[in-house]
């Protein structure tokens, strides 16, 4: 299970409570959205659980310029230039 219980931002439909329970819970999120349809249509309180987590749960907060940067790779021990042989198929480079 994930650890953070937030909002998602880029997988939401209204206002992202399924897209962060699905997270949370490593699932897909149409599971979860298709759980409280079916609640809704069966008359369960699904719409006021929902707008409760929208309140309750914070939104999840966006990537700073600092972490959206890659971080580059070490070096490798032997460079491609140096390898013998192709790491894919085996045969002897030339």
């Not at 600092?66 to 070490?74: D, H």
Request: proline share 9%.
């Amino acid at each position: 299970m994930n650890s953070q219980f937030v909002r998602t931002k880029n997988d939401k439909m209204i206002a992202g409570v399924c897209g962060g329970l699905a997270r949370y819970f490593n699932i897909d999120p149409a599971i979860v959205r298709l759980l409280f349809v079916l609640a809704v249509v069966l008359g369960g309180a699904s719409p006021l659980i929902y707008v409760v987590l929208w309140i309750v749960m914070p939104e999840e907060q966006a990537l700073t310029a600092s972490a959206s940067t890659p971080v580059a790779l070490p070096d490798h021990p032997r460079p491609v230039e140096q390898w013998k042989y192709d790491p894919y198929t085996g045969e002897k480079m030339k």
